[in-house]
């Protein structure tokens, strides 16, 4: 019998409630909600105890939150028998957003009216017969939701002839063929090259101008800018000299902290949440962030599993038609640094390595840039040389132009790639024109030869 029942008692939904109610936000929704919830919806010992003493707080005027919480069950029987400080902190590590709390709390009680007809069964040895005759009403009442999974998917799922009828729009081109409504990209390159300035003038583009380099702006839409790195006395002036208007809206870590007290971690679901929140108020349709390291605390980059702290929300975001940028540092490598499966859900990958003579500039920076991934496009896009000058009066001028092939050549080799035949797949050329441009730089010393391959010089 208790093996049976905990099949149906679901601790996670409870830990879920108990760690919203220690994270300190409001619960006028939950209690409007659910007016008559009290402590024996909780089969968990600990969550009833946070639950409890959250109701007393309430009734008594005082902040509920974590710290509150612990300060009055420190030392009470009742935490010894919930198992101690260790379980409140176990808990607390269960924050939930009060939507998937509520949800949680729907699941709970439910979970408890099991529990009590199979205790009740338990005692009194009641046939699994009859133990099933009475939970099958709790199974119809959850299957008659007008919520419920199986009615959403059954009005999701239609027929393929159908599909173009059910009216979602395509999604529209922003920026030359890579970049369209919903999408989610990334840019990434080595520190100091000028990731920030890319991304920046793309922004800038976005909101107002008829191209970027070689790109058509082909749709002007409101952009989020987020920034956790630049001072912001910096990134005021770049944007400036760039000419962006007010539909560009700047949400720099400097400022927040400034104006609130408060910091940028976009691990956190509250964070993500208000972000969304901020895009669907002031209809913002492409979100920038600037960069991996900064915005997202707490992560380890290489933990592929780390990364669905983040995918959901991303995921979210495309759902509302809400395309997103993520800037990037390369690793020693050269590839994106971080695990590999952020790529997966992304729709385009831009790298920028090196020009001839040299990366970031005083005042602007030079750059090639180049698709490690692009969905979108119907043809291979070229690689792009590109420079960010800044004028005496802080205008920032950009020019463009098709990248030279040998410095597109000698990337590869830094990327490991020796070979005239493998270097020819990548650049979509020849294997006699990769040696021929290999030559010319191995006369001006860029180059040298190096067994059957090629070598940095």
């Given at each position: 019998?208790?093996?049976?029942?905990?099949?149906?008692?679901?601790?996670?939904?409870?830990?879920?409630?108990?760690?919203?109610?220690?994270?300190?936000?409001?619960?006028?929704?939950?209690?409007?909600?659910?007016?008559?919830?009290?402590?024996?919806?909780?089969?968990?010992?600990?969550?009833?105890?946070?639950?409890?003493?959250?109701?007393?707080?309430?009734?008594?005027?005082?902040?509920?939150?974590?710290?509150?919480?612990?300060?009055?069950?420190?030392?009470?029987?009742?935490?010894?028998?919930?198992?101690?400080?260790?379980?409140?902190?176990?808990?607390?590590?269960?924050?939930?957003?009060?939507?998937?709390?509520?949800?949680?709390?729907?699941?709970?009680?439910?979970?408890?009216?099991?529990?009590?007809?199979?205790?009740?069964?338990?005692?009194?040895?009641?046939?699994?017969?009859?133990?099933?005759?009475?939970?099958?009403?709790?199974?119809?009442?959850?299957?008659?939701?007008?919520?419920?999974?199986?009615?959403?998917?059954?009005?999701?799922?239609?027929?393929?002839?159908?599909?173009?009828?059910?009216?979602?729009?395509?999604?529209?081109?922003?920026?030359?063929?890579?970049?369209?409504?919903?999408?989610?990209?990334?840019?990434?390159?080595?520190?100091?090259?000028?990731?920030?300035?890319?991304?920046?003038?793309?922004?800038?583009?976005?909101?107002?101008?008829?191209?970027?380099?070689?790109?058509?702006?082909?749709?002007?839409?409101?952009?989020l800018y987020v920034d956790g790195e630049m001072p912001l006395e910096s990134l005021e002036q770049r944007i400036a000299g760039m000419g962006a208007d007010d539909s560009l809206t700047v949400l720099s870590h400097e400022s927040l902290f400034h104006t609130t007290g408060k910091v940028l971690n976009l691990t956190v679901p509250e964070a993500q949440d208000a972000i969304t929140r901020l895009c669907l108020r002031d209809g913002i349709k492409v979100v920038m962030l600037d960069n991996i390291s900064c915005l997202f605390s707490g992560m380890k980059e290489n933990g592929a599993d780390e990364w669905e702290m983040v995918l959901p929300w991303l995921l979210s975001l495309r759902r509302h038609r809400i395309a997103v940028i993520i800037v990037a540092h390369a690793g020693r490598n050269g590839l994106m640094r971080g695990t590999s499966r952020r790529e997966d859900a992304a729709f385009s990958v831009i790298r920028l390595d090196e020009t001839g003579d040299g990366?970031?500039?005083?005042?602007?920076?030079?750059?090639?840039?180049?698709?490690?991934?692009?969905?979108?496009?119907?043809?291979?896009?070229?690689?792009?040389?590109?420079?960010?000058?800044?004028?005496?009066?802080?205008?920032?001028?950009?020019?463009?132009?098709?990248?030279?092939?040998?410095?597109?050549?000698?990337?590869?080799?830094?990327?490991?790639?020796?070979?005239?035949?493998?270097?020819?797949?990548?650049?979509?050329?020849?294997?006699?024109?990769?040696?021929?441009?290999?030559?010319?730089?191995?006369?001006?010393?860029?180059?040298?030869?190096?067994?059957?391959?090629?070598?940095?010089?």
């Amino acid at each position: 019998m208790e093996a049976l029942k905990s099949n149906y008692v679901k601790p996670e939904s409870e830990s879920a409630i108990a760690g919203w109610l220690l994270s300190g936000e409001d619960k006028g929704k939950l209690k409007k909600a659910f007016p008559d919830i009290t402590g024996a919806w909780f089969c968990t010992a600990g969550a009833r105890l946070i639950f409890e003493t959250s109701r007393a707080l309430t009734a008594e005027g005082q902040n509920v939150n974590g710290l509150t919480i612990a300060e009055r069950v420190a030392g009470t029987p009742a935490l010894v028998e919930a198992g101690g400080p260790a379980a409140l902190a176990h808990i607390n590590g269960s924050w939930s957003v009060a939507e998937s709390a509520a949800s949680s709390l729907r699941a709970a009680y439910g979970h408890r009216r099991v529990s009590e007809i199979l205790t009740t069964a338990a005692n009194r040895g009641t046939g699994a017969g009859d133990i099933i005759q009475q939970l099958k009403p709790l199974a119809e009442e959850e299957g008659q939701k007008p919520d419920g999974l199986f009615e959403a998917f059954s009005a999701g799922a239609v027929p393929f002839p159908l599909l173009k009828q059910i009216g979602i729009p395509p999604r529209r081109k922003i920026v030359g063929e890579w970049f369209c409504e919903s999408d989610l990209s990334f840019v990434f390159a080595p520190r100091g090259l000028g990731k920030t300035w890319f991304s920046l003038g793309l922004a800038s583009a976005i909101v107002g101008k008829e191209s970027f380099g070689p790109w058509k702006v082909h749709d002007h839409a409101p952009v989020l800018y987020v920034d956790g790195e630049m001072p912001l006395e910096s990134l005021e002036q770049r944007i400036a000299g760039m000419g962006a208007d007010d539909s560009l809206t700047v949400l720099s870590h400097e400022s927040l902290f400034h104006t609130t007290g408060k910091v940028l971690n976009l691990t956190v679901p509250e964070a993500q949440d208000a972000i969304t929140r901020l895009c669907l108020r002031d209809g913002i349709k492409v979100v920038m962030l600037d960069n991996i390291s900064c915005l997202f605390s707490g992560m380890k980059e290489n933990g592929a599993d780390e990364w669905e702290m983040v995918l959901p929300w991303l995921l979210s975001l495309r759902r509302h038609r809400i395309a997103v940028i993520i800037v990037a540092h390369a690793g020693r490598n050269g590839l994106m640094r971080g695990t590999s499966r952020r790529e997966d859900a992304a729709f385009s990958v831009i790298r920028l390595d090196e020009t001839g003579d040299g990366g970031e500039l005083k005042n602007g920076a030079a750059f090639i840039s180049r698709f490690t991934k692009d969905r979108n496009s119907r043809t291979e896009q070229a690689p792009i040389e590109w420079s960010f000058t800044t004028g005496a009066d802080g205008h920032v001028t950009v020019s463009t132009k098709e990248a030279d092939g040998a410095a597109v050549l000698i990337e590869w080799v830094r990327d490991g790639l020796t070979g005239a035949k493998e270097i020819a797949a990548e650049m979509g050329i020849s294997p006699g024109t990769v040696s021929k441009m290999a030559k010319r730089a191995i006369e001006a010393g860029r180059l040298k030869k190096e067994g059957r391959g090629y070598a940095i010089a």
